[in-house]
């Protein structure tokens, strides 16, 4: 009798299907995920590539017609494909059952049916799919293609009708019921007897589909890999439904249709994934099982190259791997990198002061890249062109540079060290999205689950089903435009917090989402070490698409990490924002964080560098405090704090002179970065800091005191009377612009509060005087036009000591306000978080 298998074999060739009978071992390795419990397969989330996401859905009816035909039309390519694999996969099924009476089968009767269970109906089902959406396509298509018809052409969509055959296979989409609940039984079956039968193993690893495209290729698959497909196919039903309603108009007779289609879809998903709960994970101690409890995409940096990995943690350890894009007919896959346990992990993070100069051009470049191009699709979309292949090829490009600027611009590093010695490097753009992680992995460390030793190759291609994020946070990918997103300059002051649980010095970081453009994330310098601290300091940020503004309390200790302190989301409205500032309380767990708001719409500048600080020192007092916000320059508030905190017992304080270089090296440091300049004033020598004070004053182009008033208080000086005096003088200093008078009084209520201490640090009002008084009160420079007489040297130091010396010793001077008025709006909100 001839050998059944060489009859199996004939009976493929009789159906043109060739079959190869040496195995290429290495090709045929990545075509089926050895995975772990058929859960693996059923997650519902399924993109179809992980690089990037499809175009955004048009906006008129009209545009959503045509990318509807589209859809439609690549539905109809995929259900032939897929209708090839059914029958590539179906075909020796009449041979091996004629094989199962034989004295010699390859497969027995019931193997034969565990095998090839469903899998007729399965293709009855959708070639009857198949067929009804070809005809009404391709009857579509001659319509539009009629001649006397081309003013209704953008209206034909509205009569092609598709709905009815969706929800005619998804009613039938139990069958897939049938096929799962097999699947793993059916797979146990094609395993074992590739393993005992060389004739079964020939036959399942040399299956070919006819191409019957342009590439007249076949397509080769193991015979696991076209069982597979059934499994992939009911776990893409929704996401195909969900990609034809969002580009069907709501008006259409298809839409309703189409959401009960999609409702029934998502129904039975939801149902065999609730019914294979129980094989999501390996048992660990405890009872508990393994879990994927959180994924996202972040930076990898192994030997200086950063790579933009996916990480996913599980109930006790944490999985980075790599994608790998598959090629057609395959399955996309993920490749492992490294893994850590959980237990006894230890987690740092820092932030980089300052990206180094050739990553910031980097960046740069990227930006202005990205801006041109968004431009360029915006008017696009104005004047509604048609050109839908090069607009999808610029979405994709804007999407390739996004990719690009996510892995070269983040600047918080999470460093990863385990008790074997293993650590890891991770680079996040965003504190909040750290802040998570560190939270979600200390939780579970905390647990103490104990680490059952993971199969690294099951693990590692479960993430394809088993994934929750889909795709890297591109904001390009987002649909059109949303009219409540903010696109402007969004101002936030943070003015102080309360709610610590002991005395810190602590800062406030802000971040807000949007287009990649322009800086989305701004801290304050830290604050001296309170209860309650304030800052009262403003930040800027232009955004594009804004929607959410993050806010996070952060803790300084020395010589220890930073802590979040708490952290909380805020939903940015337009409706409620506008050019008044609004003040408002955000709710960040126990702290709570005082700040203002304020938004102006209005188009965007092209991206410029990262934007540098103003200098301070040399620059007019209303210069600076205009671009600050405040009526007191932080660099006079920052060095009074710091005076105030470790210097009020300081013998000499302010007559001491601190190390030149010191002073000239935190000078500078006050000139271009605030939040850096703080932090080093806080650990400098306290005759350094007081130094700077001094500095500052100094160099002011004009006097703190105006020199017009020079003369008048000189003249003051002379009255005999005391309360006149006191009146003029007062009425001398309420005559100078805003932020003069306040830094002013802000100095005199400082300096007055040192000299209370006179019998500790030797400063009396006088010595105080002698010190400020040249600084702050200059007389007017001789051929420049001023009025009056002339004061020589010696009467012009007298009078600036004593004026000092006079306001010092007044017990009742006016309060100095340090920041402007932010609550202009009648009503202040509160915002729970």
């Known amino acids: 009798m001839m050998d059944v298998y060489q009859e199996a074999v004939q009976y493929l060739e009789s159906q043109q299907v060739p079959v190869v009978v040496e195995a290429e071992t290495d090709a045929l390795e990545e075509d089926v995920f050895q995975e772990e419990g058929l859960s693996c397969f059923l997650s519902p989330l399924h993109p179809e590539s992980l690089d990037f996401p499809d175009t955004p859905t048009l906006c008129s009816p009209e545009e959503m017609l045509e990318r509807r035909l589209v859809v439609l039309k690549g539905i109809l390519e995929s259900e032939e494909v897929y209708l ?13 059952r004629a094989s199962a009476g034989t004295s010699q089968p390859v497969l027995s009767s019931r193997q034969v049916q565990t095998v090839f269970y469903q899998v007729p109906e399965l293709r009855d089902m959708h070639q009857s799919f198949y067929s009804g959406l070809k005809a009404r396509l391709s009857a579509h298509c001659q319509a539009e293609s009629c001649p006397g018809e081309k003013r209704e052409v953008n209206h034909k969509g509205f009569e092609l009708m598709v709905g009815d055959l969706f929800l005619k296979m998804v009613n039938q989409i139990g069958l897939y019921g049938g096929f799962i609940a097999n699947y793993e039984e059916a797979v146990e079956v094609v395993r074992k007897c590739t393993q005992s039968d060389p004739r079964f193993r020939t036959l399942a690893e040399s299956m070919m589909s006819n191409n019957n495209g342009s590439d007249k290729t076949p397509t080769r698959y193991t015979f ?12 893409k039903t929704t996401l195909v439904l969900r990609d034809v309603l969002k580009t069907t108009p709501v008006e259409h007779g298809d839409y309703a249709s189409l959401q009960e289609a999609l409702r029934l879809s998502r129904s039975f998903l939801s149902g065999i994934n609730e019914s294979s709960h129980c094989k999501r994970g390996v048992m660990l101690s405890h009872g508990m099982r393994r879990k994927l409890m959180r994924d996202d995409f972040v930076v990898d940096v192994s030997d200086g190259e950063r790579t933009l990995r996916h990480l996913f943690l599980y109930t006790d350890l944490l999985l980075c791997t790599r994608f790998k894009h598959a090629s057609k007919g395959k399955q996309d896959q993920y490749r492992f990198c490294w893994y850590l346990p959980l237990a006894g992990l230890k987690l740092r993070w820092t932030a980089e002061q300052e990206r180094p100069s050739d990553t910031q051009l980097r960046v740069h470049a990227i930006r202005t890249k990205m801006y041109l191009l968004r431009q360029q699709l915006r008017q696009h979309k104005a004047k509604r062109s048609r050109a839908m292949a090069w607009v999808a090829r610029s979405r994709k490009k804007l999407e390739q540079m996004e990719l690009m600027l996510l892995t070269h611009s983040p600047v918080y590093r999470l460093e990863l060290h385990s008790p074997s010695g293993k650590s890891h490097t991770l680079l996040l753009s965003s504190l909040y999205e750290l802040e998570e992680w560190k939270e979600a992995i200390d939780k579970l460390s905390a647990d103490n689950t104990e680490t059952v030793p993971p ?31 903010l696109c402007g300059t969004l101002g936030v002051a943070i003015h102080s917090a309360s709610g610590l649980q002991q005395p810190a010095c602590v800062y406030v970081c802000v971040e807000v989402d949007g287009y990649e453009f322009y800086d989305k994330q701004a801290q304050t310098h830290s604050s001296v070490c309170s209860l309650n601290p304030h800052w009262d300091q403003e930040l800027s940020f232009q955004v594009d698409g804004a929607q959410q503004m993050k806010v996070l309390c952060v803790s300084q200790s020395d010589g220890r990490d930073d802590a979040v302190l708490g952290k909380a989301s805020v939903q940015l409205e337009s409706k409620s924002l506008n050019k008044r500032w609004r003040k408002q309380t955000v709710h960040l767990g126990q702290v709570e964080v005082t700040l203002s708001l304020k938004y102006c719409p209005h188009p965007l500048e092209p991206p410029g560098s990262t934007a540098q600080q103003q200098p301070v020192f040399c620059v007019p007092i209303q210069t600076v405090a205009q671009q600050e916000g405040v009526l007191v320059p932080h660099v006079v508030r920052c060095c009074v704090e710091e005076v105030e905190r470790r210097g009020m017992d300081e013998v000499g ?3 001491v002179s601190g190390s030149t270089s010191d002073i000239s090296a935190l000078k500078t440091a006050f000139n271009s970065n605030l939040r850096e300049a703080v932090t080093r004033l806080r650990s400098a020598e306290v005759n350094v800091v007081s130094g700077v004070l001094k500095l500052y004053f100094r160099e002011l182009p004009e006097p703190l005191i105006p020199s017009e008033l020079f003369q008048s208080l000189a003249r003051t000086l002379d009255m005999q009377d005391v309360t006149s005096r006191f009146v003029s003088m007062l009425s001398l200093l309420h005559s100078c612009p805003d932020p003069n008078r306040h830094t002013f009084l802000y100095l005199l209520h400082h300096l007055q509060r040192v000299s209370e201490k006179q019998d500790v640090n030797k400063m009396s009002p006088l010595n105080l ?3 400020f008084g040249p600084s702050l009160l200059r007389p007017p420079v001789v051929g420049l036009g001023q009025d009056g007489p002339t004061v020589d040297i010696s009467q012009e130091v007298v009078v600036q000591v004593q004026v000092l010396f006079w306001y010092l010793q007044c017990n009742c001077l006016p309060e100095a306000q340090t920041s402007l008025q932010h609550d202009t709006d009648a009503e202040d909100e509160t915002t729970h978080m």
């Open 84 to 96: 090839r694999e059914l029958e590539a996969l179906l075909m020796p099924m009449k041979a091996l």
């Open 224 to 235: 696991e890999a076209l069982l597979y497909r059934p499994l992939d196919r009911v776990t």
């Open 455 to 485: 199969d690294l190759l099951t693990l590692t291609s479960a993430c394809v089903k088993l994934r929750m994020t889909q795709q890297p946070p591109l904001q390009s990918s987002n649909a059109g435009e949303d009219e409540k997103s």
């Open 653 to 655: 304080i302010y007559r």
């Open 769 to 771: 005087a002698t010190v």
